[in-house]
């Protein structure tokens, strides 16, 4: 049983952390960060 919460407890937490990260720079020139993609965001940057 401890093992099976374990394991599940795990995989839910690798799996929040695979998320895309967005970055895009706006009008105004400030840099902004997100899991979604805005208008002329470049691509998920990779996980360090």
């Known amino acids: 049983?401890?093992?099976t919460i374990l394991v599940s407890t795990l995989l839910l937490a690798a799996n929040?952390?695979?998320a895309d990260i967005y970055?895009?720079?706006d009008?105004?020139?400030r840099v902004h960060?997100?899991?979604r993609p805005q208008s002329g965001a470049?691509?998920?940057r990779?996980?360090?």
């Open 16 to 18: 929040a952390t695979a």
């Open 23 to 25: 970055q895009w720079t």
């Open 33 to 35: 960060f997100g899991d």
């Open 42 to 44: 470049a691509s998920p």
């Open 1 to 3: 049983m401890r093992l």
């Open 46 to 48: 990779p996980q360090a």
């Open 27 to 29: 009008a105004q020139g």
